[in-house]
């Protein structure tokens, strides 16, 4: 299982740590991915970490301001968002994915994960 939380209203400019709480499988042995969903619109890939940590991925829309990382001991993947923007405001998914090395144009297709958690409300408004 995963479980998505660290969501809530922030102003634009603000800062939110979402965190990603597995439990249930091999943790360290997967890739995990950030996605959101914003109301109206499809789910978007939004980052991805490797199961070592060594590779990440992110959407061009958050690319320098978001930043996923992982600790394998607490079984937790992270996304730390800074200079938040009224577009970010979605709900937030993480997903394992189908294996430990995501590939470079597929780590954000929603069909290459397998488990999804429950998302996490980000809302950016002054």
């Known amino acids: 299982q995963l479980q998505a939380s660290g969501g809530g209203l922030v102003q634009p400019g603000g800062s939110l740590r979402l965190s990603c709480a597995a439990s249930?499988?091999?943790?360290?042995?997967?890739?995990v991915g950030w996605f959101r969903q914003a109301p109206g619109k499809g789910r978007e890939g939004v980052s991805c970490?490797?199961?070592?940590?060594?590779?990440?991925f992110y959407a061009r829309s958050v690319k320098g301001r978001f930043t996923v990382s992982r600790e394998d001991a607490k079984d937790t993947v992270y996304l730390q968002m800074n200079s938040l923007k009224p577009e970010d405001t979605a709900v937030y998914y993480c997903?394992?994915?189908?294996?430990?090395?995501?590939?470079?144009?597929?780590?954000?297709?929603?069909?290459?994960?397998?488990?999804w958690g429950r998302g996490t409300l980000v809302t950016v408004s002054s």
């Open positions: 970490i490797s199961s070592s940590g060594g590779r990440t």
């Open positions: 997903a394992r994915y189908l294996g430990s090395h995501p590939i470079a144009g597929l780590w954000a297709a929603p069909v290459q994960y397998d488990f």
């Open positions: 249930g499988f091999s943790f360290d042995a997967y890739a």
